[in-house]
């Protein structure tokens, strides 16, 4: 799915920009507002992985670009464990965010825009794969009860069978 792959590949490229300015001691470009410090969000213990010095957002590269790359195998052939396991990476990644969204407003009190917009990508995948997961469900109760392949949606399974069920109740026209 398309949507998949351009929210892992923004999700990257934000990791990665957050992971530049780590080690190369930049400030990010963020809007100062009294409740939005990008700063003290990412310079706060929170920031790093527990007990090293390695940024969350190297983390973040690695979850996108795997997040992307399932997004591209879904465009080529989508095996059958590749939408539960989408489905369960933007989860973990989900509760993550959800750990560092609260850490930013409780204990830090401060946001960082670019954390808030990788966040936000977060959430959009959670719900793209949640969608293609239901969506197979969808498909696979349409294909058992046609007995053959899933159409493109419920919809057009439950149109086609009004339309035979009419034909057989008038003799075939």
Same mark, same amino acid.
């Given at each position: 799915m398309i949507g998949l792959v351009v929210t892992g590949a923004a999700a990257a490229l934000i990791s990665l920009y957050l992971t530049i300015t780590h080690y190369g001691g930049a400030a990010l470009v963020c809007v /100062? &507002?009294?409740?939005?410090?990008?700063? +003290?969000?990412?310079?706060s213990s929170y920031s790093l992985v527990?007990?090293?010095?390695?940024?969350?957002?190297?983390?973040?590269?690695?979850?996108?670009?795997?997040?992307?790359?399932?997004?591209?195998?879904a465009l080529r052939r989508d095996p059958p464990w590749?939408? /539960? &396991?989408?489905?369960?990476?933007?989860? +973990?990644?989900?509760?993550?965010?959800?750990?560092?969204?609260n850490a930013e407003i409780a204990v830090i009190g401060r946001i960082c825009e670019w954390c808030t917009a990788l966040h936000v990508l977060i959430v959009a995948t959670f719900f793209l794969a949640l969608s293609r997961m239901r969506s197979r469900a969808r498909g696979s109760a349409c294909s058992a009860a046609r007995g053959s392949p899933p159409r493109s949606c419920c919809s057009a399974c439950s149109s086609d069978r009004r339309v035979r069920s009419r034909r057989s109740a008038t003799g075939g026209t």
């Open positions: /100062p &507002a009294s409740f939005v410090d990008c700063d +003290a969000v990412t310079s527990p007990f090293t010095d390695i940024p969350i957002a190297l983390a973040g590269i690695g979850w996108s670009v795997m997040s992307a790359a399932g997004g591209v195998l590749l939408r /539960p &396991a989408h489905l369960a990476w933007a989860g +973990a990644a989900l509760l993550f965010a959800l750990y560092l969204i």
